[in-house]
């Protein structure tokens, strides 16, 4: 049973908009949230990152929402380039847990 | 520059033909790890080491095994490969006293077994 969900296989946006990508989980104690970000042919790198005691963190275009009540989490992008197009994993870990829960990725692409 | 290094990036090989996946990295790190992702299923985590001569096992461990002799390295080895194998493989590496943002992944190796 997966503990985080993408339920959105893929995403297509056009440039300058605003991409939207989704995460759920069921595991209540998860406390630390991260998004990763994939280009083909290359290992994921860190993208963003929240902890539980916030509900929002921003960091120049991308900004994550966290909403413990409906175990879920968001990334927002917004104004979408072309060079945003790649894969985005959802990831969480809880209290001093060594290992991180990966969803299952979401390809985006931005449509110039 | 900071990094991790796999080798093979494509690897073919036929049931039952041990094989080992190498991992390198330049950042004297304490942990490394072993992911395999596929579709559908995301990252999962193969193995992990806190330091050298100190393995655990992950979510999926079962047909691997892997060794911490040195500090910079951390093979992944498939003594009898199977299909259901067949997969991407990602070694990761970070300070263990740091979060989880500053963990460094290598570029992947696709692996098919036939």
């Known amino acids: 049973d997966q503990q985080v969900k993408q339920n959105s296989p893929s995403l297509s946006v056009q440039e300058g908009r605003i991409s939207i990508l989704n995460c759920d989980y069921t595991?209540?104690?998860?406390?630390?949230f991260l998004w990763y970000k994939k280009y083909p042919a290359e290992g994921p790198t860190f993208l963003i990152s929240?902890?539980?005691?916030?509900d929002k963190n921003e960091d120049g275009r991308f900004t994550v929402f966290l909403n413990k009540s409906a175990k879920h989490l968001s990334l927002h992008i917004v104004p979408s380039q072309p060079g945003d197009s790649a894969v985005y994993f959802c990831?969480?870990?809880?209290?001093?847990?060594?290992?991180?829960?990966f969803g299952s990725g979401t390809q985006l692409t931005v449509l110039p | 520059e900071a990094q991790v290094t796999q080798n093979p990036r494509y690897l073919i090989t036929v049931t039952g033909k041990k094989l080992t996946v190498t991992c390198s990295q330049n950042?004297?790190?304490?942990?490394m790890s072993w992911y395999r992702q596929d579709p559908g299923l995301g990252l999962r985590q193969i193995y992990y080491?806190?330091?050298?001569?100190?393995?655990d096992k992950g979510d999926v461990p079962e047909g691997y095994k892997v060794s911490r002799k040195e500090k910079r390295n951390f093979p992944l080895i498939l003594e009898s490969p199977s299909p259901n194998q067949t997969s991407l493989y990602f070694c990761?590496?970070?300070?263990?006293?740091?979060?989880?943002?500053?963990?460094?992944f290598g570029p992947g190796t696709r692996l098919l077994v036939l």
């Open positions: 990761a590496s970070r300070d263990s006293g740091t979060n989880q943002e500053t963990q460094y």
């Open positions: 595991n209540s104690m998860f406390d630390y």
């Open positions: 929240i902890s539980s005691i916030k």
């Open positions: 990831a969480a870990k809880w209290g001093t847990a060594r290992q991180l829960t």
């Open positions: 950042m004297n790190h304490e942990y």
């Open positions: 080491s806190m330091n050298v001569e100190v393995t």
